[in-house]
T-cell receptor, first 114, second 111 residues
Framework: DTGVSQDPRHKITKRGQNVTFRCDPISEHNRLYWYRQTLGQGPEFLTYFQNEAQLEKSRLLSDRFSAERPKGSFSTLEIQRTEQGDSAMYLC????????????FGQGTRLTVV | SQQGEEDPQALSIQEGENATMNCSYKTSINNLQWYRQNSGRGLVHLILIRSNEREKHSGRLRVTLDTSKKSSSLLITASRAADTASYFCATGDNYGQNFVFGPGTRLSVLP
């Protein structure tokens, strides 16, 4: 399968712990996005990479959040000192081609902070 | 803040009926996309319509775009139980690099 894959699919962590999620985009896609989605809401933009460069960050991305995309391939999203409010589905998407073309989403990582 | 707002928030219909969902947005866009999400899963891209297009078809889906009213509609014809999902519109502009999603319409198709 050559779609977007995310790992892990589920993560339960205690408040205050650090967590890291991984996203492997479709191999030829140069754009990679992270979104967060809470129950009953639409996805909220977190950050965006073009190749290895992080070009845009949402104000939702507090200093406890950091994302990387070394070598422009896979990406990681780390949350430090997790809080209960961080509980959500974290979605990764990738796209290629001109601005604002179709994005392909992974299945997401569901984070539960207890 | 979310750019698109879908209407209605929830829709329940019988199998075989048509389902229409609307999306309104606030600023100028380059394109508008519709996605489907089954419960607890990732989003599946359905259709993209560019700002210079007025209507687009894909199978049982028909999307319209009215840039003067800043609105779009998604029509699903001859609905099936498998169409039960949440449907989101997402807008992209000429400046930003990300897609802005609305809160979605939850569609239930009853057998």
């Amino acid at each position: 399968d050559t779609g977007v894959s995310q790992d892990p699919r589920h993560k339960i962590t205690k408040r205050g712990q650090n967590v890291t999620f991984r996203c492997d985009p479709i191999s030829e896609h140069n754009r990679l996005y992270w979104y967060r989605q809470t129950l009953g809401q639409g996805p909220e933009f977190l950050t965006y990479f073009q190749n290895e460069a992080q070009l845009e960050k949402s104000r939702l991305l507090s200093d406890r959040f950091s994302a990387e995309r070394p070598k422009g391939s896979f990406s990681t999203l780390e949350i430090q000192r997790t809080e209960q409010g961080d509980s959500a589905m974290y979605l990764c998407a990738s796209s290629s081609g001109p601005l604002n073309t179709e994005a392909f989403f992974g299945q997401g990582t569901r984070l539960t902070v207890v | 803040s979310q750019q698109g707002e879908e209407d209605p928030q929830a829709l329940s219909i019988q199998e075989g009926e048509n389902a229409t969902m609307n999306c309104s947005y606030k600023t100028s866009i380059n394109n508008l996309q519709w996605y489907r999400q089954n419960s607890g899963r990732g989003l599946v891209h359905l259709i993209l319509i560019r700002s210079n297009e007025r209507e687009k078809h894909s199978g049982r889906l028909r999307v319209t775009l009215d840039t003067s009213k800043k609105s779009s509609s998604l029509l699903i014809t001859a609905s099936r139980a498998a169409d039960t999902a949440s449907y989101f519109c997402a807008t992209g502009d000429n400046y930003g690099q990300n897609f802005v999603f609305g809160p979605g319409t939850r569609l239930s198709v009853l057998p």
